[in-house]
């Protein structure tokens, strides 16, 4: 990539372009497909998703795992899995990604925007009481940056209100809570292999079943609405049309390169670690002067280093902060915008101010984070927000 203007003014100085997210590839993706083709398996429910489908449940304590072509089809999946109609109630954060919310709409569901911690971007679990009602059928929590939610106070209000607890662990993979694998606690997850995410095939989900219950359903759905599982596995004689469905299977394609990936998942994932906890120890300085806030997250949670963030003072601190990245070369990027405040639904939405969401809004910030990253970059990109701290905030 060239970037002439910025260089031509000043070529001596000019550090080489730093992106905020690079795939990494294995090595082994292009042999594992190649596999594939010669197995002349190409379409859904291959040898290589029987492999990665084994590998998480085996690996995570999964109950029953399904590929989907995104954790957007997962989500949908989920909003058919627990009955969704129209007038039902689903709390979801405000601070997430849209199909987070509109896997529901799809179904006719009224979308409540519940308000993030005031220390992280997690749904504020203090407030969901105040918005349960009898129509409520679901809390779906979002693992933001693959740091887990209060997983015992949520299970505890979903089961004295008898409501489905649904994970968007979207960005949660390898992640734990007291132990347990993120996605394996509530009655569903949905995790993503987006490019964007610690392993990936480039567009690519999963849905989670933990619920005994809706695991027949599930299978079901994925395939048209038909018992075609059933019918592949010799179960019965011929496959028909049984319930609501859609086509949630990704290709064999994908799941060879998403198994290259997960070959690969420790050294991938130690390796983000590292860079996290340079960050970490790089601008610990900052925050202990208060003059950027660091994530923060209890003892009971092992998070997976999918996003370092820092959090601004204001909107035009960060602002500010992103220009003198860019000056440097280096690309940050802000997150969500509160979904509470969207055009589609603010109009919807019933008044309530939700202050956090509006802050991450505003004030979060995501530095560069991929495996390729080097020691050398971290340190170019902290030394870059001190300069810029200690020059323009008190
Ligand atoms: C990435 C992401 C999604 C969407 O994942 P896709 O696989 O692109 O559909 C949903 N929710 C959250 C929280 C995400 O980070």
Known sequence: MSHPNISNQNPKTQASPLGFNKPHFTGSEIKYIQEAISNSKIGSNGVFTQKCHQFFETEYGFRKVFLTPSCTDALEMCALLIDTKEGDEIIVPSYTFVSTANAFILQGAKIIFA???????????????????????????????????????????????????????????????????????????????????????????????????????????????????????GEIAQYGWMDKGSSHMPSELLAAFLFAQLECLTKIQSQRMIHWNQYETLLKPLHNQGLIQLPEMSESIKHNAHIFYIICQDKSQRTALVNALKAANINAVFHYNALHQSTYFKDKHDGRKLPNSDKYTDCLLRLPLYYDLTSNDVQRVTSTITQFSNKHIS
Do not use: W
């Not at 599930?218 to 599982?229: K, L, P």
């Open 115 to 233: 308000d993030s911690e005031s220390n992280s971007p997690n749904i504020d679990i203090t407030t969901l009481e105040a918005l349960i009602t009898p129509k409520t059928k679901a809390i779906v929590c979002v693992h933001y940056a693959g740091m887990a939610c209060d997983m015992d106070a949520l299970l505890n209000l979903c089961n004295k209100y008898q409501l489905y607890l649904i994970e968007d662990a979207a960005q949660a993979i390898d992640s734990f809570y007291k132990g347990k694998a993120l996605g394996s606690i509530g009655h569903l997850a949905a995790f993503s292999f987006h490019e964007t995410k610690n392993i990936t095939c480039g567009e690519g989900g999963m849905l989670v079943v933990n619920d005994e219950r809706l695991i027949p359903r599930a299978e079901i759905i994925r395939e048209y609405g038909t018992n075609r599982s059933q019918f592949l596995r």
